[in-house]
């Protein structure tokens, strides 16, 4: 069994899904595995993950926090990151995030910095989205401060907070966080590890 499961929820984006996989693929940390949850493409998807080695399910349509639900149950790792299909992870993220756990064992959750991109430009965030570490709900009410593709969850987490809410299309990351929030902190590696474009 893998200590990490990398989920990539995915929807007709076979154009730049190459770039999430192999940044996986090319990280320090090896004993991991990769699930693609393919929420219902319709364009090259199916052909592209072929080239990897990879866990894929196709499954029909019904919006991202059913994929990540999906992804999570069928996670064998202790550990799970999330990787959004047009992020990618630079090489030594879930090594640095193991390392943090091994320090910190009293956390379920640890985040990192983020570097966004718009194109070819770089975007530099205000400082109101500077992530959240500890115990954030005072700010997580106002605004997002964590980023789905920064994270390392202990899977005992979703034990304790549940699993995405399949009623929300958009946003469904943001009512997990606030779910976190409310009972315990976040750690967070003040260091880039990955790459928002």
């Known amino acids: 069994m893998p200590l990490v499961s990398v989920i990539?929820?995915?929807?007709?984006?076979?154009?730049?899904?190459?770039?999430?996989?192999?940044s996986v693929i090319n990280?320090?940390?090896?004993?991991?595995?990769?699930?693609?949850?393919?929420d219902g493409?319709?364009?090259?998807?199916?052909?592209?993950?072929t080239k990897y080695p990879?866990?894929?399910v196709k499954k029909p349509r019904k919006g991202v926090a059913h994929a990540r639900n999906t992804g999570i149950k069928k996670a064998q790792g202790k550990f799970i990151c999330f990787l959004d299909s047009d992020d990618y992870f630079v090489p030594e993220k879930i090594e640095k995030q193991?390392?943090?756990?091994?320090?910190?064992?009293?956390?379920?959750?640890v985040q990192t910095e983020e570097i966004w991109y718009k194109g070819n430009r770089r975007i530099f965030p205000k400082k109101k989205h500077?992530?959240?570490?500890?115990?954030?709900?005072?700010?997580?009410?106002?605004?997002?401060v964590v980023s789905m593709s920064t994270v390392m969850i202990k899977r005992e987490l979703f034990d304790e907070i549940g699993l995405f809410d399949e009623d929300f299309w958009v946003c469904e990351d943001y009512e997990f966080w606030l779910r976190?929030?409310?009972?315990?902190?976040?750690g967070l590696i003040k260091e880039p590890l990955v790459i928002k474009s």
Do not use: H, W
Request: proline share 7%.
């Open 8 to 22: 990539i929820p995915t929807y007709n984006r076979a154009y730049i899904l190459p770039k999430a996989i192999e």
């Open 27 to 38: 990280q320090t940390f090896k004993d991991l595995e990769i699930i693609v949850v393919d």
């Open 41 to 49: 493409s319709t364009d090259e998807t199916p052909y592209i993950i």
């Open 54 to 56: 990879l866990i894929y």
């Open 98 to 109: 193991l390392k943090f756990f091994e320090k910190n064992p009293q956390y379920k959750i």
């Open 130 to 144: 500077q992530k959240a570490e500890g115990y954030f709900f005072d700010r997580a009410i106002k605004l997002c």
């Open 180 to 186: 976190i929030a409310i009972k315990m902190p976040v």
